[in-house]
Every structure is written in structure tokens, then in C-alpha cells.
T-cell receptor, first 110, second 112 residues
Framework: GQQVMQIPQYQHVQEGEDFTTYCNSS?????IQWYKQRPGGHPVFLIQ?????EVKKQKRLTFQFGEAKKNSSLHITATQTTDVGTYFC??????????FGKGTMLLVSP | NAGVTQTPKFQVLKTGQSMTLQCAQDMNHEYMSWYRQDPGMGLRLIHYSVGAGITDQGEVPNGYNVSRSTTEDFPLRLLSAAPSQTSVYFC???????????FGPGTRLTVT
């Protein structure tokens, strides 16, 4: 079945440093979504990418979808302590099937 | 609107006991799903439903049953709890035509 790999598993940065997490799928995706989960909380939807090569920005967050629609990345510029949490990518191949990566846990030290 | 609600928030079961995790939504979303989250494993799909009366298995369905008699409710039943079912369980919904998933606050289950 479809597999979605996410790296790194964990990253600890100093506040102000940049952060990037990468997501790779074993199959071509119809779309990719990104979620953020704060410690003790539930996943919260950040964004969805559907087009090959698509790039979207949300303030300090930049999301990219690869040309082959098999990989994606989330880049945070100048991290803040409020960015702490686990970031998940989720690859979609249809309306009802979504495969989550194992997530990247981000810790930001002030 | 309450969005997606889950009860209970915490539960401790003994091996072999049964219980039902409740999930309710007031957004009239057609699609509902159950995930379990274990440390280092991400979110794994247990069961899902694309509408009332329709359910299907996800990646890890063994040991769990679901039913969907109404649009609003999607309970998850553990028939005979096992320690391997210790996990955090999330219910999620999607509105037809969109892909964004709305997650409930989760139920933390421990089976001893």
C-alpha cells in the first residue's frame, strides 16, 4: 500500500533559526496536506497542495509540492517558540484515503 | 457549533473489557473517520465512513467495530480490549468536496 515517509523525526532549533521537514511518498499523490499538533492537542489542518510544483505561503511557513507529486516540504523561517509541535504530512489518493507520515517533532528553545 | 466532540477524554480498561468511544459532530459533514496515534507511529486509520449506513476498514481495523446510523455520530467499539490497544484515539470529519480534516480532541485509552 501507499507509504508516506517524513524526515527528520525530531529537530531542536534555537529561536530564530529556520526549520524544514520533508515528506516522500512511495506513490504519486493527488494531493498533500499538512497538519500541526501541539503537545497534548489534536492535529490541526494547515494547508493542502494539489498541483505539481505548487508553492504556498502562510506568513513564515512555505509549503512545496514536488513536480512529480511524490514529495513535499514545509519550511519555517525564523522559528518562534509558538511553532513548537509535531508537523505531519498526509498524502491523499482519493476522497476518503489519506496516509499520514509519522511526523516531525519541532522543539524551539528561546 | 461544538465541531467534533469525543467522549470520554480518558479511559482505563482491563484486558477483555469492552467499551465504546463516542464521536459526534454538528457540522453535517458526510465523511467521518477514526485514527489511533501511538508514539513514533503517526496517525493510523482504523475505520471510516463516507455517509450514514456506509463504513469501511482502514489500515488497522482488527479489534474494532464501527457503525454509522446517523450523519452526526460515529462510535468506535472495542469488543475485547487488549494492551496493544492502548493509544490516543482521534475522530475526524471531512466536508464533501473539501479535503480538510477536522479532528476531535481525542480519547486517551489505557488497557491494563
Amino acid at each position: 500500500g501507499q507509504q508516506v515517509m517524513q524526515i527528520p523525526q525530531y529537530q531542536h532549533v534555537q529561536e530564530g533559526e529556520d526549520f524544514t521537514t520533508y515528506c516522500n511518498s512511495s506513490t504519486t499523490l493527488s494531493n498533500i496536506q499538512w497538519y500541526k499538533q501541539r503537545p497534548g492537542g489534536h492535529p490541526v489542518f494547515l494547508i493542502q497542495l494539489v498541483k505539481s510544483g505548487e508553492v504556498k505561503k502562510q506568513k513564515r511557513l512555505t509549503f512545496q509540492f514536488g513536480e512529480a507529486k511524490k514529495n513535499s516540504s514545509l519550511h519555517i523561517t525564523a522559528t518562534q517558540t509558538t511553532d513548537v509541535g509535531t508537523y505531519f504530512c498526509a498524502g491523499g489518493s482519493g476522497y476518503s484515503t489519506l496516509t499520514f507520515g509519522k511526523g516531525t517533532m519541532l522543539l524551539v528553545s528561546p | 457549533n461544538a465541531g467534533v466532540t469525543q467522549t470520554p477524554k480518558f479511559q482505563v480498561l482491563k484486558t477483555g473489557q469492552s467499551m465504546t468511544l463516542q464521536c459526534a459532530q454538528d457540522m453535517n459533514h458526510e465523511y467521518m473517520s477514526w485514527y489511533r496515534q501511538d508514539p513514533g507511529m503517526g496517525l493510523r486509520l482504523i475505520h471510516y465512513s463516507v455517509g450514514a449506513g456506509i463504513t469501511d476498514q482502514g489500515e488497522v481495523p482488527n479489534g474494532y467495530n464501527v457503525s454509522r446510523s446517523t450523519t452526526e455520530d460515529f462510535p468506535l467499539r472495542l469488543l475485547s480490549a487488549a494492551p496493544s490497544q492502548t493509544s490516543v484515539y482521534f475522530c475526524a470529519t471531512i466536508k464533501r468536496g473539501f479535503n480538510e480534516q477536522y479532528f476531535g480532541p481525542g480519547t486517551r485509552l489505557t488497557v491494563t
